[in-house]
């Protein structure tokens, strides 16, 4: 079983089920309502325990009952929530999320900017036994210190490129693979043209880079080439969290020796069959509902 330490944002998702996505100031009334783990690297790093790997998470709470919540959640699914720091004073993470009839959602999220940004407590902690290191934007300064390690121990550097990308490109330059979302490749390159940008980020950047546009698959270069990788074809139940899945697939498959484009596949795998699920968290797949499901698919 291959180890992948996870840094970044973890938070409790308030999820409203809605007709269509709010237009108007006015009240609307949602039909369903559940209380949900959420945040980039907390979720991922429930996909690869769900997949089969060991799941660690280094992020930041607050000492309220919203982080006795998030923890709680994370280690059901047999995440090791050691690295969870509480910090005193400080409020814990929270969205509100509203997802239509079609899947699509919108979310709303808190986070407070008071909190203290010093990774330094965790260097002296960061287990050494890891396979893989993937790390979002929420929190740079750990994530920097993450992928700085990985690479000086020769592991992969994974970084979820989602929206905020420092603009300074440090966390892009540090990684070994960046997955970009298409709003944190636009931000980031200030180029609408999703091929195009690629190109653009990946002339400053010697890693492996790639942009994940949900139904419309994925964009990689290869060779000076662009490849487009298309997208699994499911019934949409909800799109909610299945970009961090394919993320913490994406790292765990290269933990466990894949190649990248293996690995891109994996993730895909696991990412579509999130969105089939729906359900949150619950919904992540396990590693042999993923290997039928690529069997299928011819693969």
Same mark, same amino acid.
């Given at each position: /079983? ?8 973890? #938070?409790?998702?308030l999820?409203?089920?809605? &007709?269509?996505?709010?237009?108007n100031? +006015?009240?609307?009334?949602a039909?369903?309502?559940?209380t949900?783990g959420g945040? $980039? !690297? ?21 000492? &309220?009952?919203?982080? %006795? ?14 690295? #969870?720091?509480?910090? @005193?004073g400080r409020?814990?993470?929270? @969205? ?13 999220n808190y986070? &407070?900017?008071? /909190? ?6 965790l +260097?002296?902690?960061? $287990?050494?036994d ?16 993450? /992928? ?8 992969? !550097?994974?970084? %979820?490129? &989602? ?15 960046v997955?970009?979302?298409?709003c944190?490749?636009a ?6 043209d999703? +091929? !195009?940008?690629?190109? @653009?980020?990946q002339?400053?950047?010697g ?14 270069i290869?060779?000076?080439?662009l490849i487009?990788l $298309?997208?699994?074809?499911v ?7 299945a ?13 466990e020796?894949?190649?990248t484009? %293996?690995?891109a ?22 590693? +042999? %509902? ?8 011819? /693969?």
């Amino acid at each position: /079983m291959k180890s992948v330490l996870c840094i970044g944002h973890a #938070v409790q998702d308030l999820v409203f089920s809605i &007709d269509s996505m709010p237009a108007n100031a +006015e009240k609307y009334i949602a039909s369903n309502f559940e209380t949900l783990g959420g945040g $980039p !690297a907390a979720t991922a790093a429930v996909a690869i325990s769900s997949l089969g790997g060991s799941a660690r998470l280094a992020a930041r709470v607050g000492d &309220d009952m919203q982080a %006795d919540f998030i923890i709680a959640e994370l280690e059901s699914y047999g995440v090791d929530c050691t690295l #969870v720091r509480r910090m @005193s004073g400080r409020r814990s993470s929270t @969205s509100a999320v509203f997802v239509d009839s079609a899947g699509e959602r919108m979310i709303v999220n808190y986070l &407070d900017n008071s /909190m203290n940004t010093d990774p330094m407590w965790l +260097e002296a902690h960061i $287990p050494l036994d890891v396979a893989a290191i993937l790390t979002d934007t929420r929190w740079p300064e750990a994530a920097l210190l993450g /992928m700085n390690l990985a690479r000086q121990n020769g592991l992969p !550097a994974i970084l %979820d490129a &989602d929206m905020p990308v420092p603009a300074d490109g440090e966390l892009i330059r540090a990684a070994t693979h960046v997955a970009f979302s298409a709003c944190g490749l636009a931000e980031f390159s200030g180029i609408k043209d999703a +091929e !195009a940008a690629l190109f @653009s980020v990946q002339q400053h950047t010697g890693a492996w880079c790639c942009v994940t546009l949900g139904s419309q698959g994925l964009l990689t270069i290869d060779d000076g080439k662009l490849i487009r990788l $298309p997208a699994f074809s499911v019934t949409v139940r909800d799109t909610l969290g299945a970009g961090d899945v394919w993320h913490g697939a994406f790292a765990l498959a290269l933990a466990e020796g894949k190649s990248t484009s %293996d690995a891109a596949i994996f993730a895909s795998a696991a990412a579509a069959l999130k969105v089939q699920n729906g359900g949150g968290r619950a919904g992540c797949a396990s590693r +042999e %509902d993923v290997d039928y499901f690529l069997q299928q698919h011819g /693969m």
